[in-house]
Protein backbone atom coordinates (compact mmCIF):
# COMPACT_ATOMS: atom_id res chain seq x y z
CA UNK A 1 0.00 0.00 0.00
CA UNK A 2 1.17 3.53 -1.16
CA UNK A 3 1.23 6.57 1.41
CA UNK A 4 -2.08 6.56 3.40
CA UNK A 5 -2.31 10.84 4.02
CA UNK A 6 -4.79 11.71 6.73
CA UNK A 7 -4.56 15.27 7.41
CA UNK A 8 -4.08 17.00 4.26
CA UNK A 9 -3.67 20.56 4.96
CA UNK A 10 -0.39 19.40 6.83
CA UNK A 11 0.40 16.09 5.25
CA UNK A 12 0.76 13.63 7.88
CA UNK A 13 0.76 9.89 7.35
CA UNK A 14 -1.18 6.96 8.63
CA UNK A 15 2.05 5.45 9.65
CA UNK A 16 3.32 8.42 10.93
CA UNK A 17 0.72 8.90 13.39
CA UNK A 18 1.07 4.92 13.94
CA UNK A 19 4.47 5.26 14.69
CA UNK A 20 3.43 8.28 17.02
CA UNK A 21 1.08 6.20 19.27
CA UNK A 22 3.79 3.36 19.39
CA UNK A 23 6.27 6.09 20.63
CA UNK A 24 3.49 6.72 23.91
CA UNK A 25 1.79 9.68 22.69
CA UNK A 26 -1.81 8.45 23.28
CA UNK A 27 -3.75 12.15 23.71
CA UNK A 28 -4.49 13.92 20.56
CA UNK A 29 -3.19 17.12 21.76
CA UNK A 30 0.07 15.56 22.10
CA UNK A 31 -0.28 14.05 18.61
CA UNK A 32 -1.27 17.29 17.17
CA UNK A 33 1.75 19.00 18.51
CA UNK A 34 4.13 16.56 17.79
CA UNK A 35 2.92 16.12 14.01
CA UNK A 36 0.73 19.19 13.47
CA UNK A 37 -2.59 17.26 12.21
CA UNK A 38 -5.17 19.43 12.77
CA UNK A 39 -2.99 22.93 12.72
CA UNK A 40 -3.55 23.56 8.68
CA UNK A 41 -6.28 25.75 7.35
CA UNK A 42 -9.34 23.45 7.96
CA UNK A 43 -8.28 23.66 11.93
CA UNK A 44 -8.40 19.69 11.65
CA UNK A 45 -11.88 19.99 10.70
CA UNK A 46 -10.95 16.92 8.00
CA UNK A 47 -8.78 15.00 9.97
CA UNK A 48 -8.92 15.21 13.67
CA UNK A 49 -11.83 12.35 13.60
CA UNK A 50 -9.97 10.12 11.66
CA UNK A 51 -7.09 10.59 14.23
CA UNK A 52 -9.32 10.10 17.22
CA UNK A 53 -10.58 6.40 15.75
CA UNK A 54 -6.94 5.77 14.73
CA UNK A 55 -6.17 6.35 18.11
CA UNK A 56 -9.25 4.57 18.88
CA UNK A 57 -7.97 1.28 16.95
CA UNK A 58 -4.34 1.40 18.19
CA UNK A 59 -5.03 1.42 21.70
CA UNK A 60 -7.96 -0.08 22.66
CA UNK A 61 -9.77 3.33 24.28
CA UNK A 62 -12.65 3.29 23.06
CA UNK A 63 -13.97 6.45 20.65
CA UNK A 64 -16.11 8.04 23.13
CA UNK A 65 -13.48 8.16 25.94
CA UNK A 66 -10.59 9.94 23.31
CA UNK A 67 -10.35 14.10 23.97
CA UNK A 68 -11.17 15.80 20.97
CA UNK A 69 -9.16 19.15 20.80
CA UNK A 70 -11.13 22.52 21.59
CA UNK A 71 -12.33 23.63 18.25
CA UNK A 72 -11.05 27.39 18.09
CA UNK A 73 -12.56 30.35 16.17
CA UNK A 74 -12.46 31.17 13.48
CA UNK A 75 -14.53 28.89 11.86
CA UNK A 76 -12.94 30.25 8.31
CA UNK A 77 -10.29 31.80 7.58
CA UNK A 78 -10.56 35.21 7.69
CA UNK A 79 -7.92 38.24 6.55
CA UNK A 80 -6.12 40.70 9.23
CA UNK A 81 -7.05 43.83 7.04
CA UNK A 82 -10.85 42.86 7.92
CA UNK A 83 -10.25 42.64 11.27
CA UNK A 84 -8.72 45.61 11.56
CA UNK A 85 -11.11 47.88 9.16
CA UNK A 86 -13.44 45.45 11.28
CA UNK A 87 -15.06 49.39 12.55
CA UNK A 88 -16.66 47.06 15.36
CA UNK A 89 -16.36 49.38 18.38
CA UNK A 90 -14.77 47.31 21.10
CA UNK A 91 -16.73 47.53 25.15
CA UNK B 1 3.61 1.87 34.27
CA UNK B 2 2.85 0.86 37.82
CA UNK B 3 2.99 4.29 39.66
CA UNK B 4 5.01 4.34 43.05
CA UNK B 5 3.05 6.16 46.30
CA UNK B 6 5.95 7.02 47.64
CA UNK B 7 8.94 8.89 46.52
CA UNK B 8 11.45 11.61 47.73
CA UNK B 9 10.00 14.80 45.51
CA UNK B 10 6.03 15.32 44.32
CA UNK B 11 5.97 18.01 41.80
CA UNK B 12 2.59 18.99 41.11
CA UNK B 13 2.16 20.45 37.68
CA UNK B 14 3.56 19.35 33.94
CA UNK B 15 4.62 22.27 32.63
CA UNK B 16 7.81 23.35 31.55
CA UNK B 17 8.67 24.42 34.69
CA UNK B 18 7.34 21.70 36.79
CA UNK B 19 9.63 19.34 33.74
CA UNK B 20 12.97 21.08 34.57
CA UNK B 21 12.87 20.94 38.17
CA UNK B 22 11.97 17.28 37.68
CA UNK B 23 14.54 16.23 35.42
CA UNK B 24 17.40 18.40 37.41
CA UNK B 25 16.22 16.46 40.84
CA UNK B 26 16.53 13.37 38.61
CA UNK B 27 19.70 14.18 36.55
CA UNK B 28 21.04 15.18 40.34
CA UNK B 29 20.38 11.53 41.33
CA UNK B 30 16.64 11.88 43.22
CA UNK B 31 13.00 10.00 42.82
CA UNK B 32 10.45 12.21 41.58
CA UNK B 33 6.58 11.85 40.53
CA UNK B 34 5.23 14.18 38.43
CA UNK B 35 1.54 14.75 38.92
CA UNK B 36 -0.54 16.80 36.17
CA UNK B 37 -4.39 17.29 36.09
CA UNK B 38 -4.31 17.15 32.52
CA UNK B 39 -1.95 16.30 29.87
CA UNK B 40 1.35 17.42 30.05
CA UNK B 41 1.78 20.82 29.13
CA UNK B 42 -1.92 21.69 28.89
CA UNK B 43 -1.42 25.03 31.15
CA UNK B 44 0.20 28.42 29.52
CA UNK B 45 3.37 25.94 28.45
CA UNK B 46 1.53 25.16 25.03
CA UNK B 47 -0.24 28.58 25.50
CA UNK B 48 2.67 30.71 24.89
CA UNK B 49 4.26 32.77 22.33
CA UNK B 50 7.80 31.31 22.47
CA UNK B 51 10.07 34.18 23.19
CA UNK B 52 12.90 34.07 25.32
CA UNK B 53 15.05 37.82 25.78
CA UNK B 54 17.49 38.67 28.69
CA UNK B 55 16.61 42.57 28.62
CA UNK B 56 14.08 43.44 31.57
CA UNK B 57 14.12 46.69 33.18
CA UNK B 58 15.72 46.01 36.42
CA UNK B 59 18.85 43.70 37.68
CA UNK B 60 17.12 40.82 39.23
CA UNK B 61 15.02 39.72 36.87
CA UNK B 62 17.77 40.27 33.97
CA UNK B 63 20.23 38.33 35.56
CA UNK B 64 17.82 35.31 36.15
CA UNK B 65 16.89 35.60 32.06
CA UNK B 66 20.05 35.71 31.04
CA UNK B 67 21.19 33.03 33.07
CA UNK B 68 18.24 30.87 31.48
CA UNK B 69 18.96 32.60 27.76
CA UNK B 70 22.51 31.16 27.95
CA UNK B 71 20.79 27.77 28.84
CA UNK B 72 18.10 27.98 26.31
CA UNK B 73 20.26 28.24 23.49
CA UNK B 74 22.02 25.14 24.25
CA UNK B 75 19.26 22.94 25.16
CA UNK B 76 19.16 21.09 22.00
CA UNK B 77 22.52 19.61 22.89
CA UNK B 78 21.95 19.16 26.63
CA UNK B 79 19.25 17.20 26.49
CA UNK B 80 19.81 15.59 23.14
CA UNK B 81 16.60 16.74 21.31
CA UNK B 82 16.27 19.56 19.19
CA UNK B 83 14.33 22.44 20.93
CA UNK B 84 14.40 24.35 17.77
CA UNK B 85 16.56 27.85 19.11
CA UNK B 86 17.03 30.27 16.45
CA UNK B 87 18.40 34.20 17.64
CA UNK B 88 15.98 36.42 15.74
CA UNK B 89 16.02 39.13 18.00
CA UNK B 90 14.01 41.39 19.76
CA UNK B 91 13.04 44.73 18.02
CA UNK B 92 11.31 47.25 20.28
CA UNK B 93 9.57 50.09 18.32
CA UNK B 94 9.19 53.19 20.43
CA UNK B 95 6.95 56.62 20.01
CA UNK B 96 8.50 58.41 22.49
CA UNK B 97 11.69 59.97 23.16
CA UNK B 98 11.77 59.50 26.79
CA UNK B 99 10.76 55.87 25.96
CA UNK B 100 14.28 55.41 23.71
CA UNK B 101 16.36 57.52 26.23
CA UNK B 102 15.28 54.95 29.12
CA UNK B 103 16.42 52.43 26.64
CA UNK B 104 20.03 53.92 26.61
CA UNK B 105 20.20 53.99 30.33
CA UNK B 106 19.28 50.61 30.54
CA UNK B 107 21.91 48.97 28.08
CA UNK B 108 24.42 50.85 30.32
CA UNK B 109 22.87 48.56 32.98
CA UNK B 110 22.57 45.23 30.82
CA UNK B 111 26.48 45.79 29.91
CA UNK B 112 27.34 46.11 33.20
CA UNK B 113 25.40 42.81 33.97
CA UNK B 114 27.62 41.34 30.92
CA UNK B 115 24.76 40.86 29.34
CA UNK B 116 24.72 42.18 25.12
CA UNK B 117 23.44 45.16 25.45
CA UNK B 118 21.81 45.58 21.64
CA UNK B 119 21.60 48.91 19.80
CA UNK B 120 19.19 51.51 19.57
CA UNK B 121 18.32 52.41 15.33
CA UNK B 122 17.61 55.10 14.07
CA UNK B 123 14.53 55.99 11.74
CA UNK B 124 16.45 55.69 8.75
CA UNK B 125 17.95 52.57 10.21
CA UNK B 126 14.56 50.92 10.33
CA UNK B 127 13.44 51.91 7.27
CA UNK B 128 16.58 50.29 5.47
CA UNK B 129 16.54 46.74 7.59
CA UNK B 130 12.92 46.70 7.97
CA UNK B 131 11.11 47.55 4.84
CA UNK B 132 7.72 46.14 5.36
CA UNK B 133 7.59 48.47 8.79
CA UNK B 134 5.18 51.49 8.72
CA UNK B 135 7.06 54.11 10.74
CA UNK B 136 4.53 56.71 10.84
CA UNK B 137 4.90 58.25 14.58
CA UNK B 138 8.06 56.09 15.39
CA UNK B 139 11.01 57.64 16.88
CA UNK B 140 13.29 54.95 16.94
CA UNK B 141 14.04 51.16 17.87
CA UNK B 142 16.18 48.99 20.24
CA UNK B 143 17.36 45.47 18.81
CA UNK B 144 18.23 43.16 21.10
CA UNK B 145 19.73 40.28 18.61
CA UNK B 146 21.05 37.94 21.59
CA UNK B 147 17.02 37.06 22.17
CA UNK B 148 15.48 34.76 19.91
CA UNK B 149 12.25 32.24 19.79
CA UNK B 150 12.37 28.52 21.19
CA UNK B 151 9.68 25.85 19.82
CA UNK B 152 7.84 25.31 22.77
CA UNK B 153 5.92 21.88 22.26
CA UNK B 154 9.71 21.31 21.21
CA UNK B 155 11.30 21.85 24.70
CA UNK B 156 8.57 20.43 26.44
CA UNK B 157 8.99 17.06 24.86
CA UNK B 158 12.27 17.45 25.14
CA UNK B 159 12.23 17.50 29.26
CA UNK B 160 9.82 14.82 29.20
CA UNK B 161 12.13 12.32 27.45
CA UNK B 162 14.40 13.40 29.54
CA UNK B 163 12.70 13.21 32.75
CA UNK B 164 11.29 9.42 31.45
CA UNK B 165 14.63 8.52 30.97
CA UNK B 166 15.93 9.21 34.20
CA UNK B 167 13.14 7.52 35.81
CA UNK B 168 11.07 10.20 36.70
CA UNK B 169 6.90 9.04 37.14
CA UNK B 170 4.98 11.35 35.15
CA UNK B 171 0.91 10.75 36.11
CA UNK B 172 -1.37 12.44 33.34
CA UNK B 173 -4.78 13.27 34.30
CA UNK B 174 -4.00 12.77 37.82
CA UNK B 175 -5.29 16.11 40.42
CA UNK B 176 -3.93 17.27 43.04
CA UNK B 177 -6.54 18.66 45.60
CA UNK B 178 -4.48 19.30 48.92
CA UNK B 179 -0.86 19.59 50.38
CA UNK B 180 -0.62 16.87 53.21
CA UNK B 181 0.98 18.26 56.47
CA UNK B 182 2.31 16.62 59.93
CA UNK B 183 3.55 18.42 62.32
CA UNK B 184 4.26 21.35 60.63
CA UNK B 185 6.11 19.88 57.63
CA UNK B 186 4.79 18.60 53.95
CA UNK B 187 4.96 14.72 53.43
CA UNK B 188 3.25 14.31 50.46
CA UNK B 189 -0.34 15.40 48.55
CA UNK B 190 -3.75 14.44 48.66
CA UNK B 191 -5.02 13.32 44.83
CA UNK B 192 -7.86 12.43 42.52
CA UNK B 193 -6.12 8.69 42.71
CA UNK B 194 -5.06 8.77 46.23
CA UNK B 195 -2.41 9.90 48.66
CA UNK B 196 1.75 10.26 47.12
CA UNK B 197 4.53 10.53 49.95
CA UNK B 198 6.98 12.69 49.42
CA UNK B 199 9.85 12.09 51.25
CA UNK B 200 12.18 15.06 50.83
CA UNK B 201 9.90 17.97 49.74
CA UNK B 202 6.42 18.34 47.79
CA UNK B 203 7.04 21.42 45.00
CA UNK B 204 4.09 23.36 44.00
CA UNK B 205 5.13 24.09 40.02
CA UNK B 206 0.86 24.32 39.25
CA UNK B 207 1.15 27.64 37.43
CA UNK B 208 -1.26 30.19 38.78
CA UNK B 209 -3.68 27.24 40.35
CA UNK B 210 -0.12 27.09 42.67
CA UNK B 211 -1.63 29.44 44.68
CA UNK B 212 -4.99 27.30 45.51
CA UNK B 213 -2.70 24.88 46.57
CA UNK B 214 -0.85 26.68 49.02
CA UNK B 215 -4.13 27.41 50.37
CA UNK B 216 -4.92 23.97 51.33
CA UNK B 217 -2.43 24.75 53.98
CA UNK B 218 -2.98 28.24 55.12
CA UNK B 219 -0.13 29.92 52.75
CA UNK B 220 -1.09 32.90 50.49
CA UNK B 221 0.67 33.81 47.73
CA UNK B 222 -0.22 36.84 45.53
CA UNK B 223 -0.56 35.62 42.60
CA UNK B 224 -3.60 36.33 39.94
CA UNK B 225 -4.74 34.12 36.94
CA UNK B 226 -4.50 36.84 34.54
CA UNK B 227 -6.38 35.73 31.34
CA UNK B 228 -3.94 36.53 28.13
CA UNK B 229 -4.60 35.52 24.44
CA UNK B 230 -2.75 35.25 21.45
CA UNK B 231 -4.02 34.21 17.70
CA UNK B 232 -2.40 32.71 14.14
CA UNK B 233 -2.46 33.71 10.66
CA UNK B 234 -1.41 31.12 7.72
CA UNK B 235 2.07 30.06 7.26
CA UNK B 236 4.21 33.09 4.68
CA UNK B 237 7.45 32.79 3.60
CA UNK B 238 9.97 34.10 6.42
CA UNK B 239 10.22 37.91 6.50
CA UNK B 240 9.39 39.06 9.48
CA UNK B 241 12.67 38.12 11.56
CA UNK B 242 12.58 39.76 14.68
CA UNK B 243 9.63 39.82 17.39
CA UNK B 244 8.31 43.17 16.65
CA UNK B 245 6.74 45.20 19.67
CA UNK B 246 4.50 48.30 18.96
CA UNK B 247 5.28 49.83 22.57
CA UNK B 248 2.33 52.27 21.78
CA UNK B 249 -0.42 49.73 22.50
CA UNK B 250 1.67 46.71 23.58
CA UNK B 251 1.44 44.33 21.04
CA UNK B 252 3.28 42.17 19.02
CA UNK B 253 3.91 40.33 15.74
CA UNK B 254 6.42 37.74 14.78
CA UNK B 255 6.29 34.29 12.65
CA UNK B 256 6.93 31.26 13.96
CA UNK B 257 9.41 28.66 12.79
CA UNK B 258 6.77 27.23 10.47
CA UNK B 259 5.93 31.01 9.23
CA UNK B 260 2.96 31.45 10.93
CA UNK B 261 2.33 35.12 12.10
CA UNK B 262 1.51 35.19 15.97
CA UNK B 263 -0.37 38.16 17.00
CA UNK B 264 -0.60 39.03 20.80
CA UNK B 265 -1.63 42.42 22.21
CA UNK B 266 -2.77 43.49 25.69
CA UNK B 267 -6.28 44.38 25.99
CA UNK B 268 -9.08 45.29 28.89
CA UNK B 269 -9.71 42.16 29.20
CA UNK B 270 -6.47 40.94 30.54
CA UNK B 271 -8.50 39.78 33.69
CA UNK B 272 -8.25 37.74 36.33
CA UNK B 273 -10.26 34.22 35.79
CA UNK B 274 -9.92 30.70 35.86
CA UNK B 275 -11.51 30.41 32.24
CA UNK B 276 -9.64 30.38 28.77
CA UNK B 277 -12.80 31.40 26.98
CA UNK B 278 -11.29 33.81 23.87
CA UNK B 279 -12.92 37.27 23.56
CA UNK B 280 -13.76 38.67 20.12
CA UNK B 281 -12.19 42.12 21.24
CA UNK B 282 -8.63 40.59 21.13
CA UNK B 283 -8.53 39.74 17.32
CA UNK B 284 -9.76 43.04 16.71
CA UNK B 285 -7.35 44.81 18.51
CA UNK B 286 -4.29 43.04 17.74
CA UNK B 287 -5.38 42.70 14.15
CA UNK B 288 -5.45 46.84 14.10
CA UNK B 289 -2.23 47.37 16.22
CA UNK B 290 -0.07 45.27 13.78
CA UNK B 291 -1.77 45.72 10.49
CA UNK B 292 -0.44 49.53 11.60
CA UNK B 293 2.51 48.55 12.25
CA UNK B 294 3.32 46.20 9.25
CA UNK B 295 0.50 47.28 6.89
CA UNK B 296 1.28 44.30 4.27
CA UNK B 297 -0.32 42.00 7.20
CA UNK B 298 -3.63 42.90 5.70
CA UNK B 299 -4.21 40.19 3.43
CA UNK B 300 -2.86 37.55 5.51
CA UNK B 301 -5.34 34.77 6.62
CA UNK B 302 -6.25 34.44 10.77
CA UNK B 303 -6.44 30.71 11.53
CA UNK B 304 -6.54 30.58 14.86
CA UNK B 305 -7.05 32.09 18.18
CA UNK B 306 -6.56 30.75 21.69
CA UNK B 307 -6.13 31.57 25.55
CA UNK B 308 -3.94 30.91 28.40
CA UNK B 309 -2.71 32.22 31.63
CA UNK B 310 -0.37 34.62 33.01
CA UNK B 311 0.23 34.11 36.54
CA UNK B 312 0.86 37.37 37.77
CA UNK B 313 2.22 38.33 41.09
CA UNK B 314 2.17 42.32 42.33
CA UNK B 315 5.67 42.71 41.38
CA UNK B 316 5.29 40.85 38.07
CA UNK B 317 8.21 38.01 39.14
CA UNK B 318 8.41 35.18 39.50
CA UNK B 319 8.02 33.00 43.41
CA UNK B 320 10.96 30.72 44.25
CA UNK B 321 11.69 28.31 46.84
CA UNK B 322 10.82 27.62 49.91
CA UNK B 323 7.43 29.03 52.17
CA UNK B 324 8.17 30.17 55.06
CA UNK B 325 5.26 28.90 56.74
CA UNK B 326 5.10 25.10 56.56
CA UNK B 327 8.47 22.85 56.45
CA UNK B 328 9.64 20.97 52.84
CA UNK B 329 6.66 22.83 50.88
CA UNK B 330 8.33 24.68 47.82
CA UNK B 331 7.16 27.02 45.03
CA UNK B 332 8.16 27.71 41.39
CA UNK B 333 4.72 30.28 40.16
CA UNK B 334 3.93 33.48 39.77
CA UNK B 335 6.13 33.82 35.76
CA UNK B 336 4.12 36.84 34.94
CA UNK B 337 4.23 36.73 31.49
CA UNK B 338 7.87 34.97 30.86
CA UNK B 339 8.18 32.10 32.74
CA UNK B 340 8.90 29.69 29.70
CA UNK B 341 12.22 31.42 29.30
CA UNK B 342 12.98 30.80 32.78
CA UNK B 343 12.09 27.03 33.28
CA UNK B 344 16.02 26.19 32.29
CA UNK B 345 17.80 28.40 34.95
CA UNK B 346 14.58 27.99 37.27
CA UNK B 347 14.70 24.20 37.33
CA UNK B 348 18.36 24.02 37.57
CA UNK B 349 18.47 26.61 40.83
CA UNK B 350 15.46 25.14 42.18
CA UNK B 351 16.95 21.45 42.21
CA UNK B 352 20.30 23.18 43.90
CA UNK B 353 17.79 23.88 46.61
CA UNK B 354 16.16 21.58 47.19
CA UNK B 355 18.63 18.55 46.97
CA UNK B 356 21.88 20.01 47.83
CA UNK B 357 20.59 23.08 49.94
CA UNK B 358 22.54 25.55 47.85
CA UNK B 359 20.50 28.83 47.35
CA UNK B 360 21.64 30.34 43.80
CA UNK B 361 22.50 34.19 44.66
CA UNK B 362 20.50 34.61 40.93
CA UNK B 363 17.61 32.98 42.38
CA UNK B 364 17.64 34.25 46.15
CA UNK B 365 16.01 37.15 45.28
CA UNK B 366 12.73 35.63 44.30
CA UNK B 367 12.13 34.48 47.33
CA UNK B 368 7.94 33.94 47.97
CA UNK B 369 8.47 35.76 51.87
CA UNK B 370 9.30 39.17 49.81
CA UNK B 371 5.24 39.87 49.17
CA UNK B 372 5.45 40.37 52.87
CA UNK B 373 8.52 41.91 53.80
CA UNK B 374 7.98 44.59 51.31
CA UNK B 375 11.48 43.66 49.41
CA UNK B 376 9.35 43.57 46.00
CA UNK B 377 11.48 43.56 42.88
CA UNK B 378 10.94 46.74 41.28
CA UNK B 379 10.27 47.08 37.34
CA UNK B 380 11.42 50.33 36.73
CA UNK B 381 10.56 51.33 33.24
CA UNK B 382 6.95 49.54 32.13
CA UNK B 383 6.71 51.11 28.32
CA UNK B 384 2.76 51.40 26.66
C1 LIG C 1 -0.47 34.17 25.32
C2 LIG C 1 0.75 33.90 26.15
C3 LIG C 1 2.01 34.24 25.67
C4 LIG C 1 3.16 33.98 26.42
N1 LIG C 1 4.37 34.26 25.86
C5 LIG C 1 5.51 33.91 26.53
C6 LIG C 1 6.78 34.06 25.92
O1 LIG C 1 6.89 34.50 24.78
N2 LIG C 1 7.88 33.69 26.63
C7 LIG C 1 7.78 33.18 27.89
O2 LIG C 1 8.81 32.86 28.50
N3 LIG C 1 6.59 33.02 28.49
C8 LIG C 1 5.45 33.36 27.84
N4 LIG C 1 4.24 33.18 28.44
C9 LIG C 1 4.19 32.71 29.84
C10 LIG C 1 4.50 31.22 29.92
O3 LIG C 1 3.61 30.50 29.09
C11 LIG C 1 4.37 30.73 31.35
O4 LIG C 1 5.03 31.59 32.23
C12 LIG C 1 4.97 29.32 31.51
O5 LIG C 1 4.46 28.44 30.56
C13 LIG C 1 4.74 28.83 32.91
O6 LIG C 1 5.05 27.45 32.99
P1 LIG C 1 4.56 26.62 34.22
O7 LIG C 1 5.09 25.25 34.06
O8 LIG C 1 4.87 27.37 35.45
O9 LIG C 1 2.97 26.69 34.12
P2 LIG C 1 1.93 25.86 33.24
O10 LIG C 1 2.45 25.54 31.91
O11 LIG C 1 0.65 26.60 33.31
O12 LIG C 1 1.86 24.49 34.02
C14 LIG C 1 1.17 24.31 35.21
C15 LIG C 1 0.56 22.92 35.16
O13 LIG C 1 0.04 22.58 36.42
C16 LIG C 1 -1.10 21.79 36.21
N5 LIG C 1 -1.91 21.83 37.42
C17 LIG C 1 -2.57 22.89 37.93
N6 LIG C 1 -3.22 22.54 39.06
C18 LIG C 1 -2.94 21.23 39.28
C19 LIG C 1 -3.33 20.30 40.28
N7 LIG C 1 -4.13 20.66 41.28
N8 LIG C 1 -2.86 19.04 40.20
C20 LIG C 1 -2.06 18.67 39.16
N9 LIG C 1 -1.67 19.50 38.19
C21 LIG C 1 -2.11 20.77 38.23
C22 LIG C 1 -1.77 22.45 35.02
O14 LIG C 1 -2.67 21.57 34.37
C23 LIG C 1 -0.58 22.83 34.16
O15 LIG C 1 -0.27 21.85 33.19
C24 LIG C 1 3.06 33.42 27.71
C25 LIG C 1 1.80 33.07 28.21
C26 LIG C 1 0.65 33.30 27.46
C27 LIG C 1 -0.67 32.91 28.01
S1 LIG D 1 -6.67 18.10 7.27
FE1 LIG D 1 -5.60 18.20 9.12
S2 LIG D 1 -5.62 20.32 9.54
FE2 LIG D 1 -6.75 20.22 7.73
Same mark, same amino acid.
Given at each position: ?22 ? $???? #????? /?? !???? @? &???? $???? #????? /?? !???? @? &? ?6 ? #? ?18 ? #???? | ?384
Amino acid at each position: MGKVIVCFCEDVTLDEIRKAIKE $GYRD #LEHLK /RL !LGIG @T &GPCQ $GKQC #LITVA /RI !LAED @T &GISVSEIR #LPTFRPPARPVPLGVLAGAG #LEEE | MQASKKSEYVVVGGGVVGLSIAYHLAKLGASVTIVEKRYVGSGSSTRNAANARAHFFNREASLLAWESLKRMRKLSRDLGYNTLFVRRGYLWLFYKEEHLEAMRRYMKTWKELGIPEGKILGVDELAKRYPYLNLRGIVGGYLADANGRYHHDAVVRAYWINCRRLGVSILEYVEARKVLVRSGRAVGVETSTGAFEAEKAVVLAAGPWTRVLAETVGVELPIEPIRKEAMVTEPLKITIKPLVINTKVNAYAQQTLRGEVLLSSATPLDVPTWSYQHTYQFPIRAAKAMVETIPALATVNWLRQWAGHYATTPDHNPVLGYVDEVENLAVASGFSGHGFMLAPAVGEFMALLLEKGYLHPVMAPFDPGRFKEGRMIREDLVIG
